[in-house]
């Protein structure tokens, strides 16, 4: 059987290379061959024109997170048998997997996360266009005003491409935020001021200020329910 | 502790006891994985986290300040505001909360303005919830300063509390 | 001297024929003509004031020189914990509730010394009035198949040699010198024993696993972070008997070829944590745990690790997370714990009852054990069966019991004579079962079939008081609280679940709340990232799937048919019940009560804060909760 590696447009011939890490699967009927250590999001975003799957929480220059579950796909390891819901940009290419992007349960799944981010961003023009792209229109629950959804790029950004680690994400549930220690507005000498962390937001909720360094992400959620933690001032109530 | 402590004082005794402060996070100097287990010793000697203590714990363990300071806002545990001179513990367990627990948080609210987390002006009660402390059969439970009480409603914990200054 | 006095205090014991001879020489040396005194000392009995009873005995035991009379132990949890401080009097096994400091001297006079029963401490049984004596007798003990509680009210669990006198390491004795790590691991597999965490994952496949895992490190791990609010039998196992999870975990490493263990413990359980690192301690005093354990050439160490106060981090990569010292959010997990687990080491994790079942089942064999339970799921299961239930307290049953056997055989049925409408098993990720499906077998497969599970054995009685809206309600915000936060579905689902499930409460709900809680369950279901966030809204599934009626009460009406939720009740006096005493309107707070003396009184509606304290102050019955 000829083997080929699907490179971009190109299909090269692999059939007598050997010592390859090749893995062959499916994807939304289509055979494929890639290299093997990767997710299936890296692998599709590698072949054009094979799927698209949307992910916000995903950048190629740091480690996947899992954490906006955009990516979701269908995929099977016993031949189709069964399905099982798992994120793409986590679950490694494999030998034989059967997996399908866009069922109508994914679709369904999509709609919902994106709702549900909307209620909680709905003035960030990325969830607008996102929502506008899967047919979403205003969320049936409580609104909120915010920037940030939490992906945790910039985070990721600062720690493992930068090592500083001057941010972080601090508490827990819908109280989660990025903050520097202690809630301090302002970052001191812990951030070298080199942008990555706007740089890599997918909302733009964290920019550059103009002293150089970034301008953390609003966050407007009353800290009354778990009771605060720290001193810091509470915000007027909202809806978030 | 006497019951006549008030925040400047423990921070006082906080900075005198700089070195069993120094000794404590030393002891954990080549075992930052355990980082929580001294954080729960710092709590239980001192009843909160002070700012400069997590700092310290950054250098000398050498790990990035926000990952220090993300554990200690992750987990229930960690108070990074000093406490009151009594904690009240209301548990919210699904059995105590069956028998009426939320009447007693109503109750603190409604007596002494507290919701959970908080503390009192004066200093003398803290509210905290517990998601079940495994009394489940003795309903509802409030623990105050270690002390356990079972069955407890509106009427006794009102009585209770009379003896915590 | 120095050596001397050196090995006196060296207490490790170099062989099985040591320990052989250490369990014999206990056994010899104990004067079985001394009465047993077991006062029970868990969480629960403290809780009830047991330290003052135990306290007073060991007083009293003291100034009338009595130690040659009695063999007096404060034990662990006996798990009837609801009537507490709880004593018990061997060897025929007087059973006491309810004991005080004061009648301490009664019972040492009367029972001890006299063999004659203190009728007043005596247990009543509530079907038929009559006082029961001894403890099998009891109808909530008399029906259990106590074979891993059962040892908590016979040893003090502060004291090693207890455990190895009731026969403790020998199932260890015997899997590392008669058995080889292939046939433990069949053992465990043909007995069928399924992980007791709440997965019910077939424990065999998972040490299997583990074993043909190619790693120089392997762990294990004990996940005591019974978060399941209502669940307490990790506590009471790890209070009462600490050595038979020990003795597990030992065998368990030797089966997979690990060489450090770690338990961890819910920071809420201090004095599960003190006797457990009492018990390490001891374990490797005896040579238990350490280099060389008995001779064999395998070591093994285990260290304690607290949470930090996070239901989340019963989750095993949540777990893990923090065993590493950080946050504790749970990873997308396409690889197995069995090959990376924690620092990406092979990692065997069970949770604490499934580790006490280790010891029974190499001890007894499999055959012997799966012989007890149903077809798929062998054994026992220690239950937490608490709520609005007369006999309240942990129950260890044979699998496949009833869930009326549960509820009215051991538990005694309703408390107050009120009707049964529900119970709520397997925690937050489980689901609310009606009365109509009382006949139930318990089992791992049989709940599922109901929109339940058995989880970690929780078991919360609910009666007709209850308002099922409120229960949903409760463990949306109990779960929303414990969220770690990491992914979207989880996060901001439960917030907007909580939202809605409020303004129901509050009468506030519009009929497409429920479709929308719906829809929300099914993101839940197929895109949050760990097993928690995935189950987390079976509360509202099976509330909605049994309870209908009442959320359409509460939506269409703005009427709580149970009487709970607060913003939709009123409480008035009935003028023809009402004396005029008065003590209605001294309890209110809000002065919202009025009336003279001896005539019938009135709440103000606009004042009234539906705090409940008139209800519960009338002696008369004359305010009516609508």
């Not at chain 3, 914990?81 to 009097?89: D, L």
């Amino acid at each position: 059987m000829t083997k080929y590696w699907i490179d971009g447009e190109k299909a090269i011939d692999i059939s007598e290379a050997d010592d390859v890490n090749s893995v062959s699967f499916t994807i939304d009927d289509k055979d494929v061959v890639v290299s093997g250590g990767q997710s299936i999001l890296e692998a599709v975003q590698r072949m054009s024109g094979i799927a698209n799957i949307p992910a916000l929480c995903y950048h190629p220059a740091v480690r996947p997170y899992g954490a906006c579950r955009l990516c979701t796909v269908e995929a099977s390891e016993d031949g189709g048998k069964n399905f099982k819901f798992v994120a793409a940009c986590l679950y490694p290419v494999k030998e034989g997997i059967i997996v399908k992007t866009s069922t109508e349960k994914v679709k369904k799944l999509r709609k919902g996360i994106i709702e549900l981010l909307l209620a909680r961003c709905p003035n960030t023009r990325i969830i607008q266009e996102l929502a506008a792209e899967y047919g979403v229109e205003k969320p049936r629950f409580s609104v909120g005003d915010q920037d940030c959804i939490l992906c945790g790029l910039c985070v990721r950004a600062c720690q493992e491409i930068i090592g500083k680690s001057a941010i972080s994400l601090v508490n827990r549930g819908i109280y989660k935020e990025v903050a520097a220690p202690f809630y301090a507005y302002e970052l001191g000498e812990g951030c070298i001021g080199c942008g990555d962390c706007a740089f890599v937001c997918p909302t733009g909720a964290i920019t550059m200020g103009d002293n150089g360094k970034p301008v953390l992400p609003r966050v407007k959620i009353p800290y009354a329910e778990i009771g605060a933690m720290t001193s810091r001032e509470k915000l007027p109530a909202s809806q978030g | 502790m006497d019951t006549e402590l008030d925040f400047d004082t423990i921070r006082t005794i906080i900075e005198k006891n700089a070195d069993k402060v120094e000794s404590l996070i030393d002891s954990y100097v080549d075992k930052k994985e355990q980082l929580i287990s001294l954080l729960q010793d710092i709590q239980s000697e001192y009843n909160y986290i002070p700012q400069d203590v997590l700092i310290k714990i950054s250098q000398k363990l050498d790990i990035p300040l926000s990952q220090v300071f993300s554990v200690a806002t992750f987990f229930q545990a960690f108070s990074l505001k000093p406490r009151g001179r009594h904690t009240i513990t209301v548990c919210l367990g699904t059995a105590c909360h069956v028998k009426g627990g939320q009447r007693l948080v109503d109750k603190m609210e409604r007596d002494f303005g507290l919701k959970p987390g908080e503390t009192t002006e004066d200093e003398r009660f803290t509210l905290e919830t517990a998601n079940c402390l495994g009394c489940c059969a003795l309903g509802p439970v409030v623990v105050v300063d270690g002390k356990y009480e079972s069955q407890v409603n509106p009427e006794k914990l009102e009585k209770v509390l009379k003896n915590y200054k | 001297m120095v050596e001397q006095v050196r090995k006196l205090l060296d207490k490790k014991l170099k062989n099985v024929q040591e320990l052989e001879k250490l369990r014999k020489t206990i056994l010899d040396n104990r004067d079985t003509s001394r009465i047993t005194v077991s006062v029970c000392g868990g969480t629960g009995c403290r809780a009830s004031g047991a330290e003052a009873v135990v306290e007073a005995f060991a007083e009293e035991i003291e100034k009338r020189e009595l130690q040659v009379k009695i063999d007096f132990k404060e034990t662990g949890c006996h798990g009837f914990c609801e009537r507490g401080p709880v004593v018990v009097i061997g060897p025929k096994k007087i059973f006491y509730q309810h004991v005080q400091p004061e009648d301490v001297q009664e019972i040492i006079n009367e029972t001890v010394l006299q063999g004659k029963a203190v009728k007043r401490l005596l247990y009543v049984d509530p079907a038929t009035g009559e006082e029961i004596t001894y403890e099998s007798d009891v109808p909530f003990y008399n029906k259990q198949t106590r074979l891993i509680l059962g040892a908590n009210g016979e040893i003090d669990p502060t004291d090693i040699e207890q455990y190895i006198a009731a026969g403790g390491y020998s199932a260890l004795s015997k899997a590392l010198f008669q058995l080889n790590p292939d046939k433990i691991v069949n053992e465990i597999t043909s007995a069928g024993l399924r992980g007791r965490g709440g997965g019910g994952f077939p424990t065999g496949r998972k040490w299997q696993s583990c074993r043909t895992s190619r790693s120089d490190v392997k762990y294990v791990l004990c996940n005591a972070d019974e978060g399941d609010p209502g669940a307490y039998q990790d506590r009471s196992i790890l209070e009462g008997n600490p050595h038979s999870v020990i003795e597990g975990m030992i065998i368990g490493a030797y089966a997979i070829g690990a060489s450090q263990g770690f338990v961890y413990v819910r920071n809420e359980y201090p004095l599960a944590v003190e006797h457990a690192r009492i018990a390490l301690e001891q374990a490797m005093d005896y040579g238990f745990l350490g280099e060389n354990i008995l001779d064999s050439g395998f070591s093994f160490k285990i260290t304690i690790n607290k949470g930090g106060g996070a239901f989340v981090c019963g989750e095993s990569s949540a777990l893990i997370a923090s065993l590493e010292g950080k946050i504790g959010e749970p990873k997308s997990k396409y690889t197995h714990m069995s090959e990376k687990g924690l620092w990406e080491k092979p990692s065997l994790l069970n949770n604490v009852k499934t580790w006490a079942n280790v010891p029974l089942i190499i001890n007894k064999g499999a055959d012997w054990y799966s012989k007890i339970g149903t077809a798929g799921s062998k054994g026992t299961m220690i239950f937490s069966l608490v709520g609005k239930i007369n006999n309240s307290g942990l129950v260890e049953v044979p699998m496949g019991i009833t869930l009326r056997e549960m509820i009215y055989d051991i538990g005694g049925g309703i408390l107050g004579g009120k009707k049964f409408k529900a119970v709520q098993t397997g925690g937050p990720s489980g689901g609310c079962i009606p009365e109509q499906f009382l006949d139930t077998h318990v089992d791992f497969d049989e709940l599922p079939k109901l929109g339940s599970m058995m989880g970690s054995g929780g078991m919360i009685v609910m009666d007709e008081d209850t308002c099922m809206v409120d229960v949903a309600r409760y463990f949306i915000n109990f779960l929303k609280g414990e969220s770690c936060g990491k992914c979207v579905p989880c996060r901001e689902g439960l917030a907007k679940m909580s939202d809605i499930l409020d303004r129901i409460t509050h009468g506030e709900g519009k009929p497409e709340d429920l479709d929308t809680m719906m829809d929300l369950a099914e993101i839940l279901n197929a895109g949050a990232l760990c097993a928690l966030g995935r189950t987390a809204a079976n509360p509202v599934i099976s509330t909605l799937k049994y309870f209908k009626d009442e959320y359409m009460a509460h939506i269409n009406e703005k009427k709580c048919p149970a009487g709970v939720c607060r913003e939709l009740i009123q409480y008035s006096i009935d003028p023809e019940k009402c004396t005029g005493c008065g003590l209605c309107a001294r309890a209110c707070s809000m002065n919202a009560i009025s009336g003279e003396k001896k005539e019938p009184h009135v709440v103000n509606q606009n004042m009234c804060i539906k705090c409940g304290v008139c209800y519960d102050s009338c002696k008369f019955g004359a305010v009516i909760k609508q």
